[in-house]
């Protein structure tokens, strides 16, 4: 069983920044994606960035390219998702996943098993 724990969210204003990050559990796989997805009231959860081990690759929503950077510390078991020049529109609840592979869609919520229980993130005009 992996185990995700997400902190860093909180309240920012606009322009601002933050760094979240997602302690792990120790994940039994060789190769693995671990992603950072956000929900928003009455919206969907959507996929912000994904890194696969096998690889190092990454990939972005549209929406934060250029602002967002996602990281992962092997180390010290741990995702990041550095987010800079915050607009209001990135308000939501942010999670970490996990899944085993490389999900056919790597932004898409279905394609993992694990998640973590989310972290607020909140920003104000």
């Known amino acids: 069983q992996v185990q995700l724990v997400e902190s860093g969210g909180g309240s920012v204003q606009a322009g601002g920044s933050l760094r979240l990050s997602c302690a792990t559990s120790?994940?039994?796989?060789?190769?693995?994606?671990m992603g950072w997805f956000r929900q928003a009231p009455g919206k969907e959860r959507e996929g912000v960035a994904a890194?696969?081990?096998?690889?190092?690759?990454?990939w972005y929503a549209n929406s934060v390219k250029g602002r967002f950077t996602i990281s992962l510390d092997n180390a010290k078991n741990t995702l990041y998702l550095q987010m800079n020049s915050l607009r209001p529109e990135d308000t939501a609840m942010y999670f970490c996943?996990?899944?085993?592979?490389?999900?056919?869609?790597?932004?898409?919520?279905?394609?993992?098993?694990?998640w973590g229980q989310g972290t607020q993130v909140t920003v104000s005009s």
């Open positions: 890194i696969y081990t096998g690889t190092g690759s990454t």
């Open positions: 996943a996990a899944d085993s592979g490389l999900p056919a869609d790597v932004l898409r919520a279905g394609g993992y098993s694990y």
């Open positions: 120790r994940v039994p796989y060789s190769r693995y994606t």
